[in-house]
């Protein structure tokens, strides 16, 4: 889950009591991640620095699928660059996103794609398929 330039930060939509129970939005990494995970560090509007989670390999996207997540909200910028938004970027992400959702259903998977400043893919089989 990567942008022009680098690394994305991540909001992840977790789900541990499974995806009938309640579930919530999580920013930032728990204090029990392990290392292996990255964590990009972006300054907060106001002052001050904010630690988001950076997806980068098939090992952290299957850790953060075994955490319930089941929603990968990916920025439209990277930790490197956190204000920039490229259009270029925005095509790329929704051609990623719509790939994403047809490979997941061809393969019998539940995934769903919503819109806003971003497109982002409601399928942890689908951002699977793309790392791997």
């Known amino acids: 889950m990567r942008g022009p330039a680098g690394a994305s930060p991540l909001t992840l939509r977790r789900f541990p009591d499974g ?32 630690e988001y989670v950076v997806c980068e390999d098939a090992g952290t996207l299957e850790y953060l ?13 990277t930790v490197d660059a956190p204000s920039a938004r490229t259009g ?15 490979c997941a259903r061809s393969r019998g998977a539940s995934a ?11 399928s942890a089989e689908a951002a699977l398929t793309q790392l791997t």
Not at 65 to 77: D, I, K, P, Y
Not at 112 to 122: F, N, P, R
């Open 19 to 50: 995806i009938g129970e309640q579930g919530w939005f999580q920013k930032h990494p728990g204090e029990h991640f392990p290392d292996s995970i990255r964590v990009g560090r972006v300054p907060r509007r106001g002052g001050g620095i904010d």
């Open 65 to 77: 699928a075994n955490q319930g997540t089941a929603e990968f909200h990916v920025w439209l910028s």
């Open 88 to 102: 270029s970027y925005r095509t790329s992400t929704r051609r990623t996103t719509r790939r994403s959702r047809s």
């Open 112 to 122: 769903t794609t919503t819109s806003g400043l971003g497109e982002h893919a409601a």
